[in-house]
């Protein structure tokens, strides 16, 4: 526990009970000293007059050294669930030893009547108490009106998802937006009104006459811009594809790609790693790890997410703004950019996660490019599983990309490829399989991170915009 400062101490009061719901101590820092004291007393003494000296007392004390770290209990310790049955007159029995099986047992065992016993899924993710503070009703000024309550934010949430005006379209749909929407416009302009947001605005601007379709991985590796700010600005310069060759990506009001050839480019490639002993190594040997794995899950009352660190004296010399730490770092003008890598895809390069959207422009490989471009000139029809590029160009991509980062790991580990053989027509095993194939990994919100990347777009992104 200690080695991992995200994790709080748990302590059984009946360690023997499986089901023994734990106290759980939270860590901090502290600047104490550990000392060792030694209480002498000589022992009384009677005089010859009968009177008596009192005892003498003496203190030594030691240092041992300091104290940098503490684990303090301050959560309930009520949380208890015991594996007992109440008969009919009330009388409480244990269940232990029918529940718990301590050794090996014959058929009779399992087959036994049992009471019902069904032990809570999971604890209270709260251990300390909380004040509701009720508050009365607001009076709001003469002629408000309540938003109007739909059954998608009636239950779970404080109030309505709010809107970022982001307009959608289907591969199927006949029209394309050529402007935002008024609410876009008027939130734009009312937000971002000082000069860097101004200067990022421009930037996007330019990015869309350059290329009229990007991803949001690749904006946020070109112009330095806020999360949040990107959230409105966005929707304020393009509109976004759900479905067909081009989905989650955002494309400049007025293009239509599915009407022009050359916008082939632009498609975007669901490429994912695959990894297992077919293919020569397992999970744990790919040198590029997924974000969040099942054998490291944690109950939520186990961690506790580390506390951000206050403000020194030092951080407010160096022009500390409102960005926090981090910013006195970074240059504003690279504050929040990506890295390449989270939109490029490079030969000799391993991509930073195991679940990519590259966009076809973005192959940097010669023989990628040309299994593209097999067909300029002579693009008949856009399709929504392949479109302007002939079937099958896709499973190609992923055939090639795949051989490239095989060898890849080769290079860097060639102890876990030394069974491999070829198959009959020279290919080597591939390291990937149809992406339709593989379940998407679940995203979960997490602070912004300029060192991260990205989330899975085709997930979550569309939840930022409606």
Not at 41 to 70: A, C, H, N, R, W
Request: with cysteine; charged share 30%.
């Amino acid at each position: 526990i200690y080695a991992d400062p995200t994790k709080r101490l748990e302590l059984y009061f009946r360690p023997k009970d499986p089901y023994c719901h734990p106290v759980c101590a939270n860590r901090f820092p502290t600047s104490t000293m550990l000392l060792k004291v030694k209480r002498r007393t000589k022992k009384k003494k009677q005089l010859d007059s009968g009177e008596e000296i009192q005892p003498e007392v003496q203190f030594e004390m030691e240092i041992l050294g300091t104290v940098t770290t503490v684990y303090k209990f301050q959560g309930m310790s009520d949380f208890q669930y015991l594996a007992m049955h109440s008969g009919p007159d009330g009388k409480q029995t244990s269940m232990y030893d029918k529940v718990l099986m301590l050794k090996p047992e014959k058929e009779e065992f399992f087959n036994g009547e049992l009471p019902l016993y069904i032990p809570p899924p999971i604890f209270s993710r709260l251990d300390t108490p909380v004040d509701y503070f009720y508050r009365p009703d607001i009076q709001h000024r003469e002629g408000y009106n309540n938003p109007q309550v739909s059954g998608e934010n009636l239950i779970g949430l404080s109030r309505a998802r709010r809107s970022h005006n982001a307009i959608f379209v289907n591969f199927d749909d006949e029209e394309i937006p050529t402007k935002p929407l008024d609410a876009a416009v008027q939130t734009w302009k009312k937000l971002c009104t000082n000069s860097v947001d101004k200067k990022v605005e421009e930037e996007l601007r330019k990015l869309f006459e350059v290329r009229p379709v990007w991803s949001r991985n690749a904006v946020k590796a070109n112009i330095s811009v806020h999360p949040d700010k990107l959230k409105l600005l966005l929707p304020y310069l393009a509109y976004y594809m759900l479905t067909g060759p081009w989905r989650s990506l955002w494309v400049r009001f007025g293009y239509d790609p599915r009407k022009n050839p050359e916008a082939k480019i632009y498609q975007v490639l669901d490429f994912r790693i695959r990894c297992g002993m077919k293919y020569g190594y397992a999970s744990n040997d790919m040198p590029v790890k997924a974000k969040r794995s099942t054998y490291n899950y944690s109950l939520p009352i186990t961690v506790k997410k580390p506390v951000s660190h206050t403000v020194s004296v030092h951080d407010l010399k160096q022009g500390l703004g409102t960005s926090g730490a981090s910013g006195a770092k970074k240059s504003a003008s690279s504050m929040y950019k990506l890295k390449e890598s989270v939109y490029i895809f490079q030969e000799g390069a391993l991509p930073p996660y195991r679940q990519m959207f590259y966009q076809l422009c973005d192959l940097n490989v010669e023989s990628l490019q040309k299994i593209i471009h097999r067909n300029d000139g002579t693009e008949s029809e856009c399709t929504e599983r392949d479109g302007w590029c002939l079937p099958k160009t896709s499973d190609d991509l992923r055939d090639s990309m795949s051989l490239m980062i095989k060898q890849i790991i080769r290079s860097a580990r060639p102890a876990l490829f030394s069974s491999t053989t070829n198959s009959e027509d020279g290919k080597e095993q591939l390291t990937y399989e149809s992406g339709e194939d593989e379940d998407d990994e679940e995203e979960e919100e997490e602070d912004f991170k300029p060192s991260d990347g990205s989330e899975n777009e085709m997930e979550t992104e569309i939840l930022d915009y409606v």
